[in-house]
């Protein structure tokens, strides 16, 4: 299993930035493509971006030009730059792991808030 630890989130006024940081420790033979899902009250949980192990990234239409997910592979680490953040971001930010095989691995999340 992977181990996931997410940090960076906070409150932020519209138009701020914020930048998220997903550290992967555990069985790190199992981390392949990595990415960012949120949740926010009374909402289901909704992709935000995805990135490969060689860097192709892919984006929700609702972030895209907005928001940018990169890795560190030699650190076990992705990062979201959040940039011109809207009071509809707020959410709970989960990283999140899928390996070549089994379950996926999930983080605890961290709150984004972001104020009008």
């Known amino acids: 299993q992977v181990q996931l630890v997410e940090s960076g989130g906070g409150l932020v006024q519209a138009g701020g930035s914020l930048r998220l940081s997903c550290a992967a420790s555990?069985?790190?033979?199992?981390?392949?493509?990595m990415g960012w899902y949120r949740q926010a009250p009374g909402k289901q949980r909704e992709l935000v971006a995805t990135i490969t192990r060689g860097g192709v990234t892919n984006y929700s239409n609702f972030v895209k030009g907005r928001f940018t997910i990169s890795r560190d592979n030699a650190n076990n680490t992705v990062y979201l730059q959040m940039n011109s953040l809207r009071p509809e971001d707020t959410a709970v930010y989960y990283c999140?792991?899928?390996?070549?095989?089994?379950?996926?691995?999930w983080g605890q999340g961290t709150q984004v808030t972001v104020s009008s």
């Open positions: 555990g069985s790190i033979f199992r981390i392949n493509t």
């Open positions: 999140y792991n899928r390996p070549a095989w089994g379950d996926d691995d």
